[in-house]
């Protein structure tokens, strides 16, 4: 017997390469304010090095003792997912599938999505960084929802580089999508925009939505991680 309903807790965190506000890379660091944030479901952006092999700044097996599993999406052996887009999934959820989504762009970006399954309930997840241009923004975001249209339960997570508050590509997402706003997350020492969104298909129910601010998060990365609680009912 299916469960009548699930909760799951999805974050979104632009890590900046692990390099905090004291100019120094640190991988523990991240995994750390990960750990505070406690999702089950993270999108990560920025979490390869950008040139060469296209090494992940977050190893392996820093991620497993953390519990983590990686989502298949990477391309190269030493990545841990495509064009700095990678998903952290908590041990317990089965990972289905997952592929990229290429992007509309004039410098390399892209998307990557999977479906999950838990507790005999199935959902998509998808994580984007968007470009700074505001058509491309839209464009970009259009293919994403094309690709996810009739995925059934969706939420998509990411640095949209958005800044205004309810305009401006975000109604690319269209009817059916809701565009939640956790609040400022950027630059993560003094906030200012709401550059980091949680957006969910109908199916899902909002518990929770907020920025995570601490001491760690805020010397971590320039970004501050967002997260939301949704609840899925069979």
Same mark, same amino acid.
């Given at each position: 017997?299916?469960?009548?309903?699930?909760?799951?807790?999805?974050?979104?965190?632009?890590?900046?390469?692990?390099?905090?506000?004291?100019?120094?890379? &640190? *991988? +523990? @660091? !991240?995994?750390?304010?990960?750990? =505070?944030?406690?999702?089950? /479901?993270? $999108?990560?952006?920025?979490?390869?090095?950008?040139?060469?092999?296209?090494?992940?700044?977050?190893?392996?097996?820093?991620?497993?003792?953390?519990?983590?599993?990686?989502?298949?999406?990477?391309?190269?052996?030493?990545?841990?997912?495509?064009?700095?887009?990678?998903?952290?999934?908590?041990?317990?959820?089965?990972?289905? &599938? *997952? +592929? @990229? !989504?290429?992007?509309?762009?004039? =410098?390399?970006?892209?998307? /990557?999505? $999977?479906?999950?399954?838990?507790?005999?309930?199935?959902?998509?997840?998808?994580?984007?960084?968007?470009?700074?241009?505001?058509?491309?923004?839209?464009?970009?975001?259009?293919?994403?929802?094309?690709?996810?249209?009739?995925?059934?339960?969706?939420?998509?997570?990411?640095?949209?580089?958005?800044?205004?508050?309810?305009?401006?590509?975000?109604?690319?997402?269209?009817?059916?999508? =809701?565009?939640?706003?956790?609040?400022?997350?950027?630059?993560?020492?003094?906030?200012?925009?709401?550059?980091?969104?949680?957006?969910?298909?109908?199916?899902?129910?909002?518990?929770?939505?907020?920025?995570?601010?601490?001491?760690?998060?805020?010397?971590?990365?320039?970004?501050?991680?967002?997260?939301?609680?949704?609840?899925?009912?069979?």
């Amino acid at each position: 017997m299916l469960p009548a309903a699930m909760q799951i807790t999805f974050a979104s965190y632009n890590i900046h390469k692990a390099v905090g506000v004291d100019g120094k890379r &640190d *991988a +523990d @660091r !991240i995994i750390r304010v990960l750990h =505070e944030v406690g999702a089950d /479901v993270v $999108a990560l952006q920025e979490a390869d090095r950008r040139f060469g092999e296209r090494e992940t700044v977050l190893p392996r097996a820093l991620l497993e003792e953390a519990q983590w599993q990686v989502v298949p999406v990477a391309e190269r052996a030493r990545s841990i997912g495509w064009h700095g887009n990678a998903l952290l999934v908590r041990r317990g959820i089965e990972v289905l &599938d *997952a +592929d @990229r !989504i290429a992007l509309p762009a004039l =410098e390399p970006r892209g998307a /990557v999505r $999977a479906r999950l399954g838990l507790e005999g309930m199935e959902f998509c997840v998808a994580g984007m960084h968007l470009d700074l241009s505001g058509l491309l923004r839209k464009r970009q975001i259009e293919t994403v929802c094309r690709t996810m249209d009739e995925a059934g339960p969706c939420v998509l997570l990411g640095d949209l580089n958005e800044w205004s508050l309810r305009g401006g590509s975000l109604a690319a997402f269209g009817k059916g999508w =809701e565009v939640l706003a956790p609040g400022r997350s950027f630059p993560g020492t003094r906030p200012l925009a709401q550059l980091d969104r949680v957006v969910h298909s109908p199916h899902w129910q909002v518990s929770e939505c907020q920025v995570h601010h601490s001491a760690l998060a805020v010397a971590a990365s320039d970004h501050l991680p967002v997260k939301a609680c949704l609840t899925l009912s069979a």
